[in-house]
T-cell receptor, first 116, second 114 residues
Framework: AQKITQTQPGMFVQEKEAVTLDCTYD???????LFWYKQPSSGEMIFLIY??????QNATEGRYSLNFQKARKSANLVISASQLGDSAMYFC?????????????FGGGTRLMVKP | DADVTQTPRNRITKTGKRIMLECSQTKGHDRMYWYRQDPGLGLRLIYY???????NKGEISDGYSVSRQAQAKFSLSLESAIPNQTALYFC?????????????FGPGTRLTVL
């Protein structure tokens, strides 16, 4: 079974609007971490935001927030006030277990396109 | 200057050739990783190293080998390249001393095997 599922291969959003990128995960571990990375057309991977499984508050970083619903095993990324520079691939990833060095498992990504 | 650098950035080679991709970091991180990304897909882990002389296989290590020559250097080798190893390769680092332990990625190496 897929450990990380991103069901939206591509999405459009109007500039200045908010957008939600979906991510569901599958793990039997109680301790895990969820990450979102951005990959612009230039190819580099940029860390955006992190949510630990024991964190009670949803993570926020500037215009990025993570809508963490533990019971549903979802960790959706919300981007507020979209900008043209937000057009990119977005990857959700999970790290399982207590060992902080455990590998990341990535989803297939969502391509976000921001319309002017 | 970039904290995580990869050389070369682009490489075209032929089937059967030996290829080495190099990664260097100035972040002082102890952990380093090699991933590959195929078109339209997420990243998959090839090998990782928690410290010098510590090497661990990832999800897709067949056909690859690595060497951690120093804390700052982690190289990936394809002993005999084949066309299905054509992909974008990323090196990443992380610091085991942080609670989040996020991984920082290099710019990637685009490898084409003809």
């Amino acid at each position: 079974a897929q450990k990380i599922t991103q069901t939206q291969p591509g999405m459009f959003v109007q500039e200045k609007e908010a957008v939600t990128l979906d991510c569901t995960y599958d793990t039997s571990d109680q301790s895990y971490g969820l990450f979102w990375y951005k990959q612009p057309s230039s190819g580099e991977m940029i860390f955006l935001i992190y949510q630990g499984s024991y964190d009670e508050q949803n993570a926020t970083e500037g215009r990025y927030s993570l809508n963490f619903q533990k019971a549903r095993k979802s960790a959706n990324l919300v981007i507020s006030a979209s900008q043209l520079g937000d057009s990119a691939m977005y990857f959700c990833a999970m790290r399982e277990g207590n060992n902080a060095g455990n590998m990341l498992t990535f989803g297939g990504g969502t391509r976000l396109m921001v319309k002017p | 200057d970039a904290d995580v650098t990869q050389t070369p950035r682009n490489r075209i080679t032929k089937t059967g050739k030996r290829i080495m991709l190099e990664c260097s970091q100035t972040k002082g991180h102890d952990r380093m990783y090699w991933y590959r990304q195929d078109p339209g897909l997420g990243l998959r882990l090839i090998y990782y190293s928690f410290d010098v002389k510590d090497i661990n296989k990832g999800e897709i290590s067949d056909g690859y080998s690595v060497s951690r020559q120093a804390q700052a250097k982690f190289s990936l080798s394809l002993e005999s390249a084949i066309p299905n190893q054509t992909a974008l390769y990323f090196c990443a680092t992380s610091d085991s001393g942080t609670s989040v332990n996020e991984q920082f990625f290099g710019p990637g190496t685009r490898l084409t095997v003809l």
